[in-house]
């Protein structure tokens, strides 16, 4: 008699056992610290990548050499007017028309000196801090293309000055904010 409960009792244990899961994360964990540290490496690799700069450095026992600075083409935005200072020094003032600034002017002046100096590709725009948003932008247009109907040489590109640094203007001269 004691057999067969015995035996259901076994089968019941057995039964309970059949229904829990039991999971080995071993292998997991395993496979884990591997792709930690891969992944450390190939970061380290790729941060050695991003920070190097491709710098010419003289060497120690190098005299230094006494270069002029460069000249800049630069345009001074005003509430008035706009100033245009070529890099010969020159400066030529734009006043205002009665529609505000006056960027056909400017864009012929810069296609000039484009005409006269075809490699360079950089200007400078000098800001008054009370100067509105558009006419920065229409300033950088009148800078970066030729006007219509022009053309510099051969060229059929209509690229004036695409390289542009913004900045703050000097104070005017003459006392006038």
Do not use: C, W
Request: glycine share 4%.
């Amino acid at each position: 008699m004691k057999s067969p409960r015995h035996i259901r009792r076994m089968q019941r244990h057995n039964r309970m056992r059949a229904r829990a899961v039991h999971l080995n994360i071993v292998s997991m964990i395993d496979v884990f610290a591997v792709l930690v540290f891969f992944l450390l490496l190939s970061a380290s690799l790729a941060a050695d990548r991003l920070n190097a700069l491709g710098l010419d450095l003289p060497s120690p026992d190098q005299a230094p050499q006494q270069r002029q600075p460069q000249k800049v083409l630069t345009v001074v935005i005003r509430r008035d007017r706009l100033e245009l200072a070529d890099r010969n020094g020159a400066v030529k003032l734009i006043p205002n028309t009665a529609e505000g600034h006056d960027f056909r002017t400017l864009a012929n002046d810069l296609a000039a000196i484009k005409q006269a100096q075809p490699a360079s590709e950089d200007i400078t725009l000098l800001l008054e801090a009370d100067v509105a948003y558009d006419v920065l932008v229409q300033t950088m247009d009148a800078a970066r293309t030729l006007p219509y109907g022009m053309q510099i040489g051969e060229s059929h590109s209509r690229d004036m000055f695409p390289l542009i640094s913004i900045g703050d203007a000097p104070a005017a001269a003459g006392g006038t904010p």
